[in-house]
Nanobody, 121 residues
């Protein structure tokens, strides 16, 4: 699976951004797609994923209630709507795909290039 992420940028605290991840290369049935992020000097961490077939979603506690993941089947695209952004959300966000539910980057076999999200306080 090839992944291409877009939608990052600079936003003030309390604002919103929407990230997109376009997938190509194979059927997404049975895949888990979603997002990780990596802040400067920190390890890559799980943000949110969605199971393509049944739309089951998973969220990190730090983003629950603020971020919403969704997918548009016809475009093979996953979205991450980020609301009420905080300075601590600043990071490079990576789109990733796996064939199993996991919160660990090592279990994801496909990665897109990161997109930078900067939240100013």
């Amino acid at each position: 699976v090839q992944l291409q992420a877009s939608g990052g940028g600079l936003v003030q605290a309390g604002g919103s951004l929407r990230l997109s991840c376009a997938a190509s290369g194979r059927s997404l049935s049975n895949y888990i797609l979603g997002w990780f992020r990596q802040a400067p000097g920190k390890e890559r961490e799980f943000v949110s994923t969605i199971r393509w077939n049944d739309l089951t979603t998973y969220y990190a506690d730090s983003v629950k209630g603020r971020f919403t993941i969704s997918r548009f089947n016809a475009k093979n695209t996953v979205y991450l709507q980020m609301n009420s952004l905080k300075a601590e959300d600043t990071a490079v966000y990576y789109c990733a795909a796996s064939n199993r539910v996991s919160y660990y980057p090592s279990d994801f076999t496909s990665w897109g290039r990161g997109t930078l999200v900067t939240v100013s306080s």
